[in-house]
């Protein structure tokens, strides 16, 4: 019997889910030099030679003209940066229709997790978003993409992007197409004046852990008058480390390491000093604060919705952390019934090759899930609005250091847990064993077959 969906929570999905791999304004990464052509668009095969025969008869297969393939598929998404994907493969291959259809946020977790639970009106392919992702892979509705060559398709892929894309199984389940970086935001000229540096790596160098972070940030407070502060709030301090320790939720039962309790200590003591603005992230007062160079650093992602543009065209930088993480990503499913196998594996084995890669960076300002591309393209490249900052270098640095922790359904809503109560609980004066039994209680909720001891 085949494994059915788990259930999920059909609640609001929050706003990191529905912007991931988003940006509204061009980085305007522009690589002088760009890796060679090596990835096909699809795996190629040779008939094996007959040992008796000469060498000279063998001949190669011949490559296939995109233009010879036709047919059609459906394609859900919740976000329009899948037109772009589809923009680019019907100019590769301009005879297959895609009749591609978008959905809101939460009406689309709903939408796709009805269809695949009655199996009507299942679109052959699909978008999962990282956020929820992990509560469907499981399922065998989802086809395995080894039927498609899968792994060799994505073997330059970034340790953590492989691993994102697997099952609890180990079968590979989806197709990652850009990474999202967590980095250091800030303005070079507040940057500058503070921190006396705009340069990026010099300002990864003089912040190396959380205790150098809160001390130059009290330094800075003290020295503005308390009007300039470093760190926006102590829920960010939580998107820094996160990947960077063993999950909460490992065999199924929780299990709170040292690093989890440390960083509620980092935490706290981030509370209690100046260095904190204490300004909601991504709400009107954090943008604005930081747009006027008031906030030195915001964390978020490569992709961005809150700079000031017309401000700060040429302004901004991007740090690397002192840990690696990543917040958001788009994963593309092929459902397992379909007869459109075919024209999946095509679609997919395109958005993995190094020629969309390279696409969907210069033309789409997304940092590629390969990790030979984004290497490549860090060898040389500039952004004039990131005032002639190599950003594919600061990206590739990040993106080179996220351990591959393989994700399951746990893994992210339960350090989105950890963040919600170790921030309410700080700011109630709750003690830690106060912080970790409020926890424990919502993680209890949410998922009773989790063990706690």
Known sequence: MKKKILSVLLTASML??????????????????????TTPAAAQTTPAADETAPAEETQPA????????????????????????VKAFNEVYPNVSI?????????????????LQSGQGVPDVFDLEENYMYEFLDSDIIADLSYMNFEELTKDYFDFQIASMKDSDGRFKT???????????????????????????????????????????????????????????????????AFSFDPLVKDGKLVISDDWMGLLDNMR???????????????????????????????????????????????????????????GATGICVYDKTDKKDLAAK???????????????????????SKAVC??????????????????????????????ITPDKYTRSVQNLFQKWATDGIKAGKDNAGVIEDFKKALHDQYPEVVID
């Open 175 to 241: 197709l990652s197409f850009q990474s999202s970086p967590v980095c250091f935001w800030y303005l070079r000229d507040a940057a500058e004046e503070w921190l006396g540096t705009s340069d990026p790596a010099e300002i990864s160098a003089m912040l190396g852990d959380w205790e150098t972070v809160i001390a130059k940030g009290e330094e800075i407070y003290e020295k503005s008058n308390s009007e300039v502060s470093l760190w926006p709030n102590i829920t960010e301090m939580v998107k820094v480390d």
């Open 347 to 369: 679609f997919l084995a395109y958005v993995a090759s190094d020629d969309f890669q390279k696409i969907n960076a210069d033309s789409y300002n997304q940092v590629p899930a």
């Open 16 to 37: 990191t889910g529905v912007l991931a791999g988003c940006s509204s304004k061009p980085s305007e990464t522009t690589p002088s030099e760009t890796p060679s052509d």
């Open 375 to 404: 290497d490549a393209l860090a060898e040389s490249s500039s952004s004039e609005d990131f005032g002639g900052q190599n950003l594919m270098a600061t990206y590739s640095e990040i993106c080179n250091k996220v351990v591959g």
């Open 62 to 85: 011949e490559a296939e003209d995109p233009a010879s393939v036709t047919g059609e598929f459906t394609y859900w998404t919740y976000t329009d940066s899948a037109n772009n994907l």
């Open 99 to 115: 009749d591609r259809q978008v959905f809101g946020g939460d009406e689309y977790k709903t939408k796709i997790l009805t269809a």
């Open 269 to 327: 003591t981030m509370y209690e000093s100046k260095a904190n603005a204490e300004l909601g992230s991504w709400g009107s007062d954090w943008a604005a604060a930081w747009n006027d160079g008031k906030l030195i650093f915001r964390v978020m992602p490569s992709w961005d919705f809150f700079t000031d543009w017309e401000k700060n065209a040429g302004n901004v930088g991007v740090a690397t952390p002192f840990r690696a993480s990543y917040e």
